[in-house]
C-alpha cells in the first residue's frame, strides 16, 4: 500500500535458511506513526522478518533503510540503529539478577550513555506510563508474566525509539493477561509510534492496526487495511487463515 512518509522500507528482501526460502522478494513499507500488523502461519517467515528489520538476522538480498539509512553491518552505527528500532519478543528476556529498574535503566546507561540517576528517573516515568510504578524495586520472578511484558516494553520506550517491533508479544500469557500488555500497545499507538506487531490478537488487528500484512511461506501475500482484508480476504491462503482463526 502506498504510504506517505516512510520509516522502515524493505525492497526485494531475500533469505534463506539452508534450502529454506524463508523471505522471497519481501516489500515491505512502513510510514511514520503506522502501526502494521503481520499475520500469517506458523512458519510463514514473521518473525525472521522482524529481526531483519533491526538486523538480529542477516539478509542475503535487498535494501532495508530505517529512516532514509540503509541498515548497518555492525558496530556503533549498528548498535545505534538497534535501539532506534526497538524489540519485544514472547519471551520477556528480562534479567532476572536485576530489579525492574535497572532493567528498564541498564542500556539506557549502556548504550544512550545517560547517567544513572537520569536513566532511573526515565525508567520510573515509563514504569509510571505502563501502571508498574509500584513495582520497581522488584525482582522478574516477583511480577506475573503481563507485568514482566509490560517491563519489557517500558525498557523498549527507554531507548527512546523512532520504531518498536513486537514478535507475539502476548502469546506466552494467560488470557487474562493479554488485555493488559494490549493496552499498553494501544495506548502507544494512539500516541504515534510507528509499531510493527506480529501477533494472533485479531481484535487488535482490527483495531489498532493501520495495514493488516499476511505473509505465506516467506511472501507478502497481502497488504491491506484491516478492514478491506478481515471482509474480503484475496488469497486463497488467507481466506483458509482466517476460516481457521475466527
Ligand atoms: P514465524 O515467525 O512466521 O513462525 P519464522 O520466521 O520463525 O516463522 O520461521 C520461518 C521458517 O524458518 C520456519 O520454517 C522455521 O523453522 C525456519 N527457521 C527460523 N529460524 C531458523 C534458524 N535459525 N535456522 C533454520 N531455520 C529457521
Ligand atoms: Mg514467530
Not at 513495582?135 to 507485568?147: N, R
Not at 520506550?157 to 488470557?175: H, I
Amino acid at each position: 500500500m502506498a504510504v506517505v512518509d516512510p520509516l522502515i522500507e524493505l525492497r526485494g528482501v531475500n533469505k534463506h535458511y539452508g534450502a529454506l526460502h524463508v523471505l522471497q522478494d519481501v516489500d515491505l513499507t512502513v510510514g511514520r506513526g503506522e502501526v502494521v500488523v503481520v499475520i500469517g502461519p506458523s512458519g510463514s517467515g514473521k518473525s525472521t522478518l522482524c529481526r531483519a528489520m533491526n538486523r538480529l538476522e542477516r539478509v542475503e538480498s535487498g535494501e532495508i533503510v530505517v529512516d532514509g539509512q540503509p541498515l548497518p553491518d555492525e558496530g556503533k552505527a549498528l548498535a545505534r540503529l538497534r535501539a532506534e528500532v526497538g524489540m519485544v519478543f514472547q519471551s520477556f528476556n528480562l534479567f532476572a539478577h536485576k530489579t525492574v529498574l535497572a532493567n528498564v535503566s541498564l542500556a539506557q546507561i549502556k548504550v544512550r550513555k545517560r547517567k544513572k540517576e537520569e536513566a532511573d528517573r526515565r525508567s520510573r516515568e515509563l514504569l509510571d506510563r505502563v501502571g508498574l510504578a509500584a513495582h520497581a524495586e522488584k525482582y522478574p520472578a516477583q511480577l506475573s508474566g503481563g507485568q514482566q511484558q509490560r517491563v519489557a516494553i517500558a525498557r523498549a520506550l527507554a531507548m527512546d525509539p523512532k520504531a518498536l517491533l513486537f514478535d507475539e508479544p502476548t502469546s506466552a500469557l494467560d488470557p487474562e493477561m493479554i488485555n493488559e500488555v494490549l493496552e499498553v500497545m494501544r495506548q502507544l499507538a494512539r500516541e504515534g509510534m510507528t509499531m510493527v506487531v506480529v501477533t494472533h490478537e485479531m481484535g487488535f488487528a482490527r483495531s489498532a492496526a493501520n495495514r493488516v500484512v499476511f505473509m505465506a511461506d516467506g511472501r507478502i501475500v497481502e497488504d491491506r487495511t484491516p478492514e478491506e482484508f478481515f471482509t474480503s480476504p484475496r488469497s486463497e491462503r488467507a481466506k483458509d487463515f482466517l476460516s481457521k482463526i475466527l
